[in-house]
């Protein structure tokens, strides 16, 4: 058990919804990480915040988005869902980006979204 | 762009052989990271390299870091059943601890 946990394990949804999945990171740690794992693409990084504020950005669509709040627990928000938006979705966390150990990052066990 | 390839991308063998996967860049990383990710579940994280040349162990996994911090290994000696899985580097640049993923190494050890 990694320490990190995400809500719901499975979504299924119809196109054009919007869905909202959950992270709370481990006790402790100010980065969070969201990342989608697809057949064909692999382990994608999305966007990461720290202690409350956007940090980086991968290839995350405009359709989606996220947010961490005061407790530090962080949501991703995906909306006007496509076919291709199926995917597991994975939320991981860190001490934060001042030290080398913080790199570490520790990974929640996923949520799978299907989109039908 | 930082791009992380591994290889081989599909490996079966035998309980007992011992096999070597690579993660290889044209890019520097602050540190690389090995995962195992089992079907339906979160990878979690083996080791964490961080000086050039580094290597530990774990157990039958010997990992190493390249002197150039751009590529690494993991060997595993007498592989047993329980070592099926999929097997992920990830690299993390010097901005941010964004962490860039190889494609991974499936591997199947078959009693």
């Known amino acids: 058990d990694s320490g990190v946990t995400q809500t719901p394990k499975h979504l299924i949804t119809a196109t054009g919804q919007r869905v909202t999945l959950r992270c709370s990171p481990r006790s402790g740690d100010l980065s969070v990480y969201w990342y989608q794992q697809s057949l064909d693409q692999g382990l994608q990084f999305l966007i990461q915040y720290y202690n409350g504020e956007e940090r980086a950005k991968g290839n995350i669509l405009e359709r989606f988005s996220a947010q961490q709040f005061p407790d530090l627990h962080s949501e991703l928000n995906l909306s006007s869902l496509e076919l291709g938006d199926s995917a597991l979705y994975f939320c991981?966390?860190?001490?934060?980006?001042?030290?080398?150990?913080?790199?570490?990052?520790?990974f929640g066990p996923g949520t799978r979204l299907t989109v039908l | 762009t930082q791009l992380l390839e591994q290889s081989p991308q599909f490996l079966s063998i035998q309980e007992g052989e011992n096999l070597t996967v690579y993660c290889n860049s044209s890019?520097?990383?602050?540190?690389l990271q090995w995962y195992r990710q089992e079907p339906g579940e979160g990878p979690v994280l083996l080791v964490t390299v961080v000086t050039g040349g580094e290597v530990k162990k774990l157990k039958r996994l010997t990992f190493q870091f390249g002197d150039a911090r751009k590529d690494s290994s993991l060997h595993i000696t007498a592989a047993q059943p329980g070592d099926t899985g999929l097997y992920l580097c990830?690299?993390?640049?010097?901005?941010?601890?964004?962490?860039?993923f190889g494609g991974g190494t499936r591997l199947m050890v078959k009693p």
């Open positions: 991981a966390s860190s001490a934060g980006p001042t030290r080398i150990s913080s790199n570490e990052q520790f």
């Open positions: 890019s520097v990383f602050s540190s």
């Open positions: 990830a690299g993390a640049g010097n901005a941010g601890n964004m962490l860039t």
